[in-house]
């Protein structure tokens, strides 16, 4: 189910700084002028599977770099590499092992990549990783920084997690609800899909559409996507 783009057979082209454009033969040359790319031979093309550990490394560049393509799959950075130890070390501890490799859900993504700059170029991408993308404008902050082990590094917001995450629910915040609240909040509803790499669950609507033009109130079941 496609969540913010038309279902179909749709091609995109993601520029290393995720600008996302429609494919183009205009589009491509266009970007080759801005890149200063004139020689076919300089260009290689690879195809690399996109997982868990590869979106959430993503999600952490688009936040802190203007090369998040390159920085994702082409880990010789060396300054980058530096960078993210940190980060990468308090992955390693902090993913759930066994939910990852039962996450099945995983995207091919086609690379165009300058050999001698060692630099991604742009991307080929369908409807869904570009879906896939778009979701992040969606994520709640705090979810951003719980997927990240509490180590986003965007301004003193790890800070702020790690306090409402030691206040005891019992003589400072309302109620473990509100806290789990904070600590894992959940997706707008409608704005997300049942292949979610991520696993980020969506808020369950308390309100829809009755068909006659009011709302009607809509009872939780155990599944979310069960309304009555």
């Not at 369908?126 to 896939?132: E, P, R, S």
Request: aromatic share 8%.
């Amino acid at each position: 189910m496609e969540v913010f783009l038309k279902s179909g057979a749709a091609s995109f082209m993601i520029t290393d700084d995720l600008q996302i454009m429609p494919a183009s033969t205009a589009s491509l040359t266009a970007l080759f002028g801005k890149l200063g790319v004139s020689d076919k031979n300089e260009i290689e093309a690879k195809t690399v599977e996109v997982g868990t550990k590869e979106v959430l490394q993503l999600l952490k560049v688009s936040l802190l770099s203007k090369t998040p393509l390159t920085d994702m799959v082409l880990t010789s950075q060396g300054n980058w590499v530096k960078d993210t130890s940190k980060f990468e070390d308090s992955l390693s501890a902090k993913l759930d092992k066994k939910a990852v490799s039962q996450n099945s859900n995983s995207m091919s993504l086609k690379l165009i990549v300058s050999k001698s700059k060692q630099k991604v170029l742009y991307a080929e991408a369908g409807v869904k990783l570009v879906d896939f993308l778009f979701s992040f404008l969606a994520f709640p902050l705090g979810a951003v920084v719980k997927l990240l082990g509490g180590n986003s590094r965007l301004g003193c917001i790890d800070n702020l997690y790690k306090g409402a995450e030691n206040l005891s629910s019992e003589n400072y915040i309302k109620s473990e609800e509100c806290k789990n609240r904070l600590l894992s909040p959940k997706l707008f509803p409608y704005s997300g899909f049942d292949s979610h790499i991520l696993r980020v669950e969506e808020e369950c609507p308390k309100y829809r559409y009755d068909g006659f033009g009011g709302l009607a109130l809509v009872r939780n079941t155990k599944k979310s996507s069960d309304h009555q």
